[in-house]
């Protein structure tokens, strides 16, 4: 059965570089891979996406393997601001949106 | 400039009971989209309007209904509430770009914290 499937949680200090890797072995062809990010209390807030390979901006980088079975999004040198939930989102193959369970991401001082 | 907004905040329905969400976008956004949030489940798609006057099912549809009023407003609604239907609802919107659904960057509005006893 296609998931989209992504660590439940991960631990980190501030200042370290965070990797979190979403796999989606049922992505639609010509889709984007894209990743939000979630505070209590919020609705969840668009950080990065991608079709392929590489993708960086101000927050995010984003890693895509030629496949496009899984992508990393990598956060640089993070902040305790930075604790927060972490979804990706892709289209599947029968054209579903299907969010992965998302990541809670926590930084310690 | 209040981009995606949701009422009410908070409801407490007993089972059985009947309720719509609101949900009103001001970015003139094409697609509309309804998502329950579950503890573990991460965030689930209910339903969807690709555009003024269609919508379709998402990924869990059932006991639920949908009307796309107009450009701006979609709402959602219980018909017979069920205790199963507790859960935190997220409108959002987004605009229709070139390629696939997954392409569109999607702007969620604060949720809807809903109990059904």
């Known amino acids: 059965l296609a998931k989209t499937t992504q660590p439940i949680s991960m631990d980190s200090y501030e200042g370290q570089e965070v990797n979190i890797t979403c796999s989606h072995n049922?992505?639609?062809?010509?889709?984007?891979i894209t990743w939000y990010q979630q505070f209590p209390s919020q609705g969840p807030r668009f950080i990065i996406q991608g079709y392929k390979t590489k993708v960086t901006n101000e927050v995010a980088s984003l890693f895509i393997p030629a496949d496009r079975k899984s992508s990393t999004l990598s956060l640089p040198r993070v902040s305790l601001s930075d604790t927060a939930v972490y979804y990706c989102?892709?289209?599947?193959?029968?054209?579903?949106?299907?969010f992965g369970q998302g990541t809670e991401l926590s930084v310690k001082p | 400039n209040a981009g995606v907004t949701q009422t009410p905040k908070f409801q407490v329905l007993k089972t059985g009971q009947s309720m719509t969400l609101q949900c009103a976008q001001d970015?003139?956004?094409?697609?509309m989209y309804w998502y329950r949030q579950d503890p573990g489940m991460g965030l689930r798609l209910i339903y969807y309007s690709a555009s003024e006057g269609t919508t379709d099912k998402g990924e869990v549809p059932n006991g639920y209904n949908v009307s796309r009023l107009n450009k701006r407003e979609f709402s959602l609604r219980l018909e017979s509430a069920a205790p199963s239907q507790t859960s935190v609802y997220f409108c959002a919107s987004s605009d229709r770009l070139a390629g696939g659904p997954g392409t569109d960057t999607q702007y969620f509005g604060p949720g809807t914290r809903l109990t059904v006893l």
């Open positions: 989102l892709v289209a599947e193959q029968e054209g579903k949106l299907i």
């Open positions: 049922n992505i639609a062809t010509n889709d984007y």
């Open positions: 970015m003139n956004h094409n697609s």
